[in-house]
């Protein structure tokens, strides 16, 4: 299993050069992804525009979005961006796709809340055309397009992502409920006829030490679900023990990629999170036999 590392992008009041500067030290971690995740109404930076700048101070890492609200976007402009990024970043951008949650997100963008599904099922048809006709320039049907994941965990969201993707992400939890959502990706793989399997993807929420603020922003970012924000802040990892144990619950219920989300902006938590990140690596690595020493 691979472990990624969210963007404190997502979080209010973080200055721009914050953002930047924890894309260069994540490059120099043991991570295999940034991620970043998407509101429109809500006092974050647009996620194409954060993972371009990290684009910009980074050269190994994935650069992934977990999730982009498509149906909020115009599909050839969206396609156009996705085009740029993943040509700008050396083909290495990850596009995790869903519908988003909040109603105030499709307000603000003036777009109907109610015909989502369908729109978004639409744009996993229609973005891939783009890049396969070459329309938007950039040599794109001379290159492979971006990977696309999709969430979600509805009948429909999974059969959308069985049908037009290459991939689930789940949208975060203890290891049990992924592995239940894991099944339930595999059998509508099998059931659309695709070959091989999903690549799935795993998200958690972390901020070591003092969690006040952490809770709080977690608290308010999934404030639109009532009393079930509490149970999400409840999750925060907030000990090394519980990420090496979370990391470890992932890896056994079949997570091929693991992202980590701060809750909390300080670079501190990013230290830590590599160093609990450098050992369950090296757990995992298997030992070398007497031909290999």
């Known amino acids: 299993m691979q472990i990624g590392v969210g963007l404190p992008a997502g979080i209010p009041g973080v200055e721009g050069d914050a953002v930047v500067d924890w894309a260069r030290r994540a490059d120099e971690g043991p991570f295999a992804s940034l991620a970043a995740v998407d509101r429109l109404a809500y006092d974050c930076y647009e996620p194409l525009i954060a993972l371009a700048a990290a684009a910009a101070v980074t050269r190994r890492l994935l650069l992934a979005t977990t999730i982009l609200i498509a149906p909020l976007r115009n599909t050839a402009l969206l396609a156009k961006q996705l085009a740029s990024l993943d040509r700008l970043s050396g083909g290495r951008l990850v596009v995790g796709v869903g519908l988003g949650a909040r109603l105030d997100d499709y307000e603000v963008a003036a777009v109907a809340h109610g015909s989502r599904g369908r729109r978004l099922a639409d744009q996993l048809v229609e973005l891939p055309e783009f890049f396969e006709r070459g329309a938007l320039g950039l040599r794109t049907e001379c290159h492979d397009p971006p990977r696309m994941l999709t969430g979600g965990m509805s009948g429909p969201a999974l059969a959308r992502m069985a049908r037009h993707t290459d991939g689930y992400i789940h949208g975060g939890g203890p290891p049990r409920v992924f592995r239940r959502a894991a099944e ?110």
Do not use: N
Request: charged share 20%.
């Open 184 to 293: 339930e990706a595999r059998a509508a793989w099998i059931d659309a006829g695709r070959p091989g399997a999903p690549e799935l993807w795993g998200q958690a929420y972390f901020a070591f030490g003092d969690t006040g603020p952490g809770a709080d922003y977690v608290r308010d970012y999934y404030s639109f679900t009532g009393a079930f924000a509490d149970k999400v802040a409840a999750g925060l990892l907030t000990t090394p023990r519980q990420a090496v144990e979370l990391i470890r619950g992932y890896a056994e219920a079949g997570c091929d990629h693991l992202v980590m989300l701060p809750a909390v902006a300080d670079v501190k938590q990013l230290k830590q999170l590599g160093e609990i990140v450098a050992e369950a690596l090296a757990e995992a690595r298997p030992a070398p036999t007497s031909a290999t020493r």
